[in-house]
């Protein structure tokens, strides 16, 4: 796209083919492609204005109701006035409802140098008292009339902004989105404008014309899959998280065409009881991200909903890595893998002295693309740990194969040193996936008082099942060797999950401990 024009100019273009045709849907209200380009429009005009029409000098953090219609348009609002935008809702990349707590927000309002507070009525309240806590100057602001100390953003005139007079330096942050990692400690990671109007010329270049069911939280990459929805000329749905059922019936009655789950989620949708009974023909793009996925039940999804799935792998800092086609689902060897990185996108490096690894050999996922970060807010040392030379090292475990496919095998700091051997957990968790009365599986370290390391496994079943801990270390034994079956199996009704829709390995562990 030209250097003067964003990626939210090259949406609002997009739609304005269809000023009628409603885009966004949420709570039983919609917006128009009118209504939302007006509402965008009058907003980033009144924010520019009010901000002394600085280019960008504004940082905007926002606190509404993750999936609705006010999250999209105030970041759109402040991307076209050249501000920085900072979603302070949540850290959770999968739950909408997992909030932030009070203390957590005022650090990262003070970490960014927040000069504006977007906000809904719902959490207005809040808003007012983190002004009050933060002790510096901050605006609040909304697209409502919430009060005389909350400046309206729909005052503005839509039509006297010129986007094209804002001039936004592409390394300029463009969004900064917190996400807990493995730690548990917030840190914001930043996607400059280059990065982010690179992202939306995939929607502009495809022909398809998208209705896209939202349900993870539009903080994270659920909110670009949004934009690229919009800029694909088609729509989004939104939803305040994840109900197996209800997403059937949306799909139905929607015509939903696009989906973005984490694999455990898939898991419960095609495990429904009124799956077989939906009408699930208008889909077309069904993408699971966030954490590895069992091949042998990835097997049973193509048989649900035929030939439309799509693995994103894709992390907090790296961005998009690789993807696994529709059509590379339908073989067996290939689910194995979570596809092909463009070329000259990923590096498999040793973790110890750096060194290029070859074909075949595990190590390190590293990745140079225009999707990666710019860098973590106010942690200048991590950042130069964790990206050098314009390479971003994910933590990540994995190789690829002769035919340039990657494959996954855990994180670095997830090898357990057990039995004389080291183990990858997503070895032993396929395996156990493999069994048929296994739904979902975690393998994870538990460390004794002596700090020897022991492998464990928690695993959900069917309903109805007859596997037991004894049948299912017996089954890994043959699957893969005695020396991989876990010192204790613990089966569970559920898995606890973390921010990004992974197991919660480290949960598991400390009541494994205890």
Same mark, same amino acid.
């Given at each position: 796209?030209?250097?003067?024009?964003?990626?939210?100019?090259?949406?609002?273009?997009?739609?304005?083919?269809?000023?009628?045709?409603?885009?966004?849907?949420?709570?039983?209200?919609?917006?128009?492609?009118?209504?939302?380009?007006?509402?965008?429009?009058?907003?980033?005009?009144?924010?520019?204005?009010?901000?002394?029409?600085?280019?960008?000098?504004?940082?905007?953090?926002?606190?509404?109701?993750?999936? $609705?219609?006010?999250?999209?348009?105030?970041?759109?609002?402040?991307?076209?006035?050249?501000?920085? @935008?900072?979603?302070?809702?949540?850290?959770?990349?999968?739950?909408?409802?997992?909030?932030?707590?009070?203390?957590?927000?005022?650090?990262?309002?003070?970490?960014?140098?927040? =000069?504006?507070?977007?906000?809904?009525?719902?959490?207005?309240?809040?808003?007012?008292?983190?002004?009050?806590?933060?002790?510096?100057?901050?605006?609040?602001?909304?697209?409502?009339?919430?009060?005389?100390?909350?400046?309206?953003?729909?005052?503005?005139? *839509?039509?006297?902004?010129?986007?094209?007079? @804002?001039?936004?330096?592409?390394?300029?942050?463009?969004?900064?989105?917190?996400?807990? &990692?493995? $730690?548990?400690? *917030?840190?914001?990671?930043?996607? #400059?404008?280059?990065?982010?109007?690179?992202?939306?010329?995939?929607?502009?270049?495809?022909?398809?014309?998208?209705?896209?069911?939202?349900?993870?939280?539009? +903080?994270?990459?659920?909110?670009? $899959?949004?934009?690229?929805?919009?800029? +694909?000329?088609?729509?989004?749905?939104?939803?305040?998280?994840?109900?197996?059922?209800?997403?059937?019936?949306?799909?139905?009655?929607?015509?939903?065409?696009?989906?973005?789950?984490?694999?455990?989620?898939? /898991?419960?949708?095609?495990?429904?009881?009124? !799956?077989?009974?939906?009408?699930?023909?208008?889909?077309?793009?069904? =993408?699971?991200?966030?954490?590895?996925?069992?091949?042998?039940?990835?097997?049973?999804?193509?048989?649900?909903?035929? #030939? %439309?799935?799509?693995? @994103? /792998?894709?992390?907090?800092?790296?961005?998009?890595?690789?993807?696994?086609? *529709?059509?590379?689902?339908?073989?067996?060897?290939?689910?194995?893998?979570?596809?092909?990185?463009?070329? &000259?996108?990923?590096?498999?490096?040793?973790?110890?002295?750096?060194?290029?690894?070859?074909?075949?050999?595990?190590?390190?996922?590293?990745?140079?693309?225009?999707? =990666?970060? +710019?860098?973590? !807010?106010?942690?200048?040392?991590?950042?130069?740990?964790?990206?050098?030379?314009?390479?971003?090292?994910?933590?990540?475990?994995?190789?690829? #194969?002769?035919?340039?496919?990657?494959?996954?095998?855990?994180?670095?700091?997830?090898?357990?040193?057990?039995?004389?051997?080291?183990?990858?957990?997503?070895?032993?968790?396929?395996?156990?996936?493999?069994?048929?009365?296994? %739904?979902?599986?975690?393998?994870?370290?538990?460390?004794?008082?002596?700090?020897?390391?022991?492998?464990?496994?928690?695993?959900?079943?069917?309903?109805?099942?007859?596997?037991? *801990?004894?049948?299912?270390?017996?089954?890994?034994?043959?699957?893969?060797?005695?020396?991989?079956?876990?010192?204790?199996?613990?089966?569970?009704?559920?898995?606890?999950?973390?921010? @990004?829709?992974?197991?919660?390995?480290?949960?598991?562990?400390?009541?494994?401990?205890?």
């Amino acid at each position: 796209m030209p250097s003067n024009e964003t990626y939210v100019s090259q949406i609002l273009q997009v739609i304005s083919a269809e000023p009628e045709k409603v885009v966004l849907s949420w709570r039983g209200r919609t917006l128009t492609a009118a209504e939302l380009t007006t509402l965008v429009r009058s907003a980033a005009r009144t924010l520019h204005q009010h901000a002394g029409g600085t280019d960008g000098g504004a940082v905007v953090a926002i606190l509404t109701v993750t999936n $609705t219609a006010p999250t999209l348009v105030l970041r759109y609002a402040a991307n076209l006035a050249g501000a920085t @935008v900072v979603h302070l809702h949540t850290t959770n990349a999968v739950d909408p409802a997992d909030h932030l707590a009070a203390d957590a927000r005022l650090k990262v309002l003070r970490e960014t140098g927040a =000069t504006y507070l977007a906000v809904d009525a719902e959490n207005l309240a809040s808003a007012r008292e983190l002004r009050e806590r933060l002790g510096t100057p901050l605006t609040l602001a909304s697209l409502d009339d919430l009060g005389p100390d909350v400046l309206d953003l729909t005052a503005g005139d *839509p039509d006297a902004l010129d986007p094209d007079t @804002v001039a936004i330096p592409p390394d300029r942050p463009a969004v900064v989105t917190y996400t807990s &990692g493995t $730690t548990g400690e *917030p840190k914001g990671i930043a996607f #400059d404008f280059r990065a982010r109007n690179g992202f939306i010329s995939a929607g502009l270049q495809m022909g398809w014309r998208s209705v896209y069911l939202a349900c993870l939280p539009l +903080s994270h990459s659920s909110g670009a $899959t949004a934009d690229d929805s919009l800029a +694909s000329g088609g729509s989004v749905v939104l939803r305040d998280g994840f109900d197996p059922g209800d997403v059937l019936h949306r799909i139905e009655r929607h015509g939903i065409t696009r989906m973005l789950l984490s694999p455990p989620q898939l /898991y419960l949708l095609m495990d429904h009881p009124e !799956v077989d009974s939906t009408d699930l023909s208008s889909l077309t793009m069904v =993408t699971y991200v966030g954490c590895p996925a069992s091949p042998e039940r990835l097997g049973e999804a193509v048989k649900v909903f035929g #030939d %439309v799935l799509i693995q @994103v /792998y894709a992390t907090s800092e790296a961005g998009f890595v690789s993807m696994l086609s *529709p059509a590379e689902h339908l073989d067996p060897r290939l689910r194995v893998t979570v596809g092909r990185p463009m070329p &000259g996108w990923v590096r498999i490096t040793d973790p110890e002295d750096h060194r290029d690894l070859s074909p075949g050999e595990t190590g390190e996922v590293c990745v140079r693309s225009p999707f =990666t970060m +710019s860098a973590y !807010v106010a942690e200048p040392e991590l950042t130069a740990r964790t990206v050098r030379d314009g390479w971003v090292h994910t933590g990540d475990l994995g190789f690829v #194969d002769g035919d340039g496919y990657l494959h996954l095998r855990g994180r670095i700091g997830e090898v357990v040193k057990t039995n004389g051997i080291k183990i990858h957990p997503v070895t032993v968790e396929n395996a156990f996936l493999a069994h048929p009365d296994v %739904v979902q599986a975690a393998v994870f370290c538990v460390r004794d008082r002596d700090r020897v390391e022991h492998l464990h496994a928690a695993v959900v079943l069917r309903e109805a099942a007859a596997a037991t *801990p004894d049948t299912l270390a017996e089954h890994i034994r043959v699957a893969i060797s005695p020396k991989h079956v876990p010192a204790r199996i613990h089966i569970r009704p559920a898995l606890p999950l973390t921010g @990004v829709g992974k197991p919660d390995k480290a949960r598991l562990a400390a009541e494994a401990s205890g």
